[in-house]
């Protein structure tokens, strides 16, 4: 019976469930790929709530409005990247099904219709996908806000299950502008198609550009020598130059595209020559099959390439770059509050409590504990007193610029007060002993090496001292921005009774550490502000690096895993469509005598090798790189490099594994049909 014009929406509706349901298998990747876009946009969009979590403190406004704004760019940034990702996808779809509709329109269904048929599928599959999306995306959030508070060191007791409002509506108003684009594109693929353009659309192939063999050779050759000055432009020892950044991803990049152009080529002279493997029972039948889909297909998997290449250094280098703005967390701010003086011959010599006194400004009300420590400098001490003979440095310790630089003398009374304030043990030192204090990543191995190895005194201001101490002391004696400089000397006393101090501190511990006692010490202090003080807060500095690591630790992830959706789905949508293309090929196979666990097992190892061919060379691209610039990262960062990299290859397998399994059974079950 011929198709009526009139159709009701209820036969139209119908239609578009029974259709759905009849290809549920077909319609797999795309709705994996739907799925982890929502799972990724709504954890995204969910960032400014937990941002929201390090809020409360008047100064760190600012900071989490900036951090919102970063948010906000990169949100559009990774939405069109998934925008496209859709589209590509529906794209491979539409080619899937071009000959069934070809048979509505023999059937006298117009292509208005089907287009109407087309948003109903779209709209049943993507609303779908939008609610698992969403399910599985809160639950992933509720997981992301525990760690955020942990990184604070926070504890929540008001702590329970939520759901981000605003990022749900973000996320479906883009998901359903998605849709909308996807639909205009439909329209504008059916309408531009003639009837026997729709049936004949399986017989069409792709074709390949570069034919010539002998070139691809040399071509192979060439794309070798590419790759590796592109490996090389990038410097060891310092961040890379925007050009030669520039040049590097030219030459690579071209040099991939020129290797994918070439390889099958290449590869298939080598196999030729070995007759025993190649014409052992299907291989003959595989190799060439492989080859010509490589041809055909080069452009595609140099994108898939640099996507998966582009994910291995963005999720683990971020990351860990990221990280580098908490790891000194503890070092840097043992204390509430630390208002600090630094004195020079403009300023008055009174004491930070004098100041404070003369001000009018009583902090008694807010603090638990308090107390004064001053630093002093001397001619005698130097830091090329502590770089002996025989001191290796590794790249990470950049000391040969300041050897002349005084390194900062601490009173043990004030020290031990210090410490005891943290709730920490005080030391030793008799009459004519020092001891050496450092919590600076950058010059712990350079006092380490002293402290083993040294035997003379030091003439500090007359006095003669001898080491005291047999390891390295780590404590934190302020709150700062970060935990740097050359250390402390700690001397007794009477060393410094000829002294002024360089620099004052007086550390503050609130009666409870929160915003609400954070803020109040802040408008106390605030109400004088010219005295020549500087006020830090361990809550504002604390919330100013998560702010950061939070921001940029979520733009790395969820950026490389969006690209690697994009590669794992852009290659299985290839496979899948090429497996519908061989059906006819197999057929003649099994005619021929060719077994069926034989013909199964020329699929599964025509994937793996297809799938595996783009990951093993971006694994190659990433191991270079990787070498390249490890030196840098652990200049900017301490954290573990390879623990984010071994997290991040877990993710890549899993994901890109995910598509691989999909692409066996859907290519399996297109042969079967």
């Known amino acids: 019976m011929f198709y009526k014009k009139n159709t009701s929406d209820k036969m139209f509706n119908e239609l578009a469930v029974k259709n759905v349901k009849k290809s549920l298998k077909d319609y797999a990747i795309y709705f994996i790929t739907l799925v982890f876009g929502v799972i990724l946009l709504y954890t995204f969009n969910s960032i400014e709530d937990h941002i929201k979590l390090l809020g409360g403190s008047a100064y760190m406004e600012g900071y989490i409005a900036f951090g919102r704004g970063i948010i906000l760019f990169a949100s559009v940034f990774i939405c069109m990247i998934f925008g496209f990702l859709i589209a590509y996808a529906n794209n491979f779809f539409i080619k899937r099904r071009k000959r069934e509709f070809g048979v509505y329109t023999v059937l006298g269904m117009n292509k208005r219709d089907i287009n109407k048929l087309m948003i109903k599928e779209t709209l049943t599959i993507g609303l779908s996908a939008l609610i698992i999306g969403l399910i599985i995306g809160i639950f992933v959030a509720q997981g992301i806000r525990v760690i955020t508070l942990n990184m604070m060191n926070i504890e929540d007791n008001s702590f329970r299950f939520s759901i981000s409002i605003l990022a749900m509506i973000k996320t479906i108003i883009f998901f359903l502008l998605s849709l909308y684009f996807v639909n205009i594109f439909n329209k504008r693929s059916i309408k531009k198609h003639s009837l026997i353009d729709l049936l004949n659309a399986d017989k069409k192939n792709e074709k390949s550009i570069i034919t010539n063999k002998s070139s691809k050779i040399y071509l192979f050759l060439i794309s070798i020598i590419l790759i590796f000055i592109g490996y090389i432009i990038i410097p060891k020892d310092e961040l890379p130059s925007w050009k030669k950044f520039l040049a590097s991803s030219a030459l690579i990049g071209y040099g991939t595209y020129l290797l994918f152009s070439s390889i099958s080529d290449f590869i298939i002279n080598i196999v030729k020559n070995n007759k025993i493997i190649y014409y052992k029972k299907l291989n003959l039948f595989i190799i060439n099959q492989i080859s010509s889909y490589i041809k055909t297909i080069n452009v595609a ?87 002996l003979n025989g001191f290796k440095a590794s790249k990470y310790t950049n000391y040969k610029s300041y050897l002349n630089d005084n390194v900062y003398l601490v009173g043990l009374s004030q020290y031990n007060q210090a410490l005891k304030q943290q709730g920490i043990k005080g030391i030793n030192l008799k009459e004519d002993e020092f001891a050496i204090n450092c919590n600076s990543y950058e010059y712990k191995e350079l006092y380490t090496y002293y402290i083993k190895n040294n035997k003379d005194k030091l003439n500090i201001e007359g006095f003669k001292l001898k080491l005291g101490q047999k390891k390295l002391y780590e404590n934190s004696i302020a709150t700062e921005q970060l935990a740097t400089g050359f250390g402390e000397i700690i001397v007794p006393d009477k060393v410094l009774s000829k002294l002024s101090p360089r620099v004052s501190y007086m550390n503050f511990n609130y009666i409870k550490r929160n915003n609400e006692y954070d803020n109040m010490f802040m408008r106390e202090y605030q109400k004088h502000q010219n005295n020549g003080l500087s006020f830090l807060s361990k809550l504002t500095i604390d919330g100013e690096k998560i702010t950061m690591d939070t921001v940029l630790t979520f733009i790395a992830v969820d950026l490389g895993i969006i690209l690697l959706i994009s590669a794992g789905a852009v290659l299985a949508l290839h496979q899948i469509a090429q497996s519908s293309k061989n059906k006819n090929r197999f057929k003649l196979l099994r005619d021929m005598g060719a077994t069926k666990g034989e013909i199964k097992k020329s699929v599964i190892i025509q994937v793996l090798v297809i799938f595996s061919i783009p990951f093993i060379v971006a694994l190659i691209h990433f191991s270079f790189i990787a070498l390249r610039i490890r030196d840098i990262i652990a200049v900017l960062t301490t954290v573990n490099i390879l623990k984010a990299i071994a997290i991040t290859m877990v993710t890549i397998l899993v994901i890109y594994g995910i598509y691989f399994a999909i692409s066996i059974v859907e290519s399996l079950r297109t042969l079967e049909e």
């Not at 990221?322 to 403009?346: C, G, H, Q, R, V």
Request: glycine share 4%.
């Open 301 to 387: 998997l140099t994108v898939i390439c640099l996507l998966l290449f582009s994910s291995m250094v963005i999720i683990p280098f971020g990351i860990s770059i990221a990280k580098s703005s908490t790891y000194d967390l503890k070092e840097a701010t043992p204390f509430d509050a630390s208002i600090s003086k630094y004195y020079n011959e403009y300023t008055d010599k009174t004491s930070i409590n004098d100041n404070l006194k003369r001000e009018g400004i009583n902090f008694k009300s807010l603090v638990s504990s308090s107390g004064e420590l001053d630093k002093y400098e001397s001619k005698d001490v130097k830091l090329n007193k502590f770089v």
